[in-house]
């Protein structure tokens, strides 16, 4: 089964700014993934590659410290044990 895209990752595309081979590479996996199925693998390139990567990098700098050395995965993580335990 084939389908459209959401409209909002053509709203996301908009708000990208890059390189034109990124816009067009990115249009390119949009495509690709209409007519795809699950299990259809895409390899993006590395023009996709590197944005992904630069744009991890820079959310990473504008996460403020606190946030990143925060306790509250591992608390999370023992009320989801303490969940299984209860439930198991």
């Known amino acids: 089964m084939t389908s459209t895209p959401p409209i909002e990752l053509r709203r996301l595309l908009s708000m990208i700014e ?19 199925g699950e299990q259809d693998v895409f390899e993006p390139g590395p023009t996709i590659d590197h944005f992904i990567e630069t744009e991890l990098e820079r959310l990473d700098e504008i996460v403020p410290a606190r946030v990143r050395r925060s306790g509250s995965v ?3 993580n023992e ?10």
């Open 79 to 88: 009320l989801f044990r303490a969940t299984l335990r209860e439930v198991g």
């Open 74 to 76: 591992e608390q999370l």
């Open 18 to 36: 890059g390189p034109r081979k990124l816009l067009d590479d990115i249009e390119r996996l949009l495509r690709w993934k209409t007519g795809s």
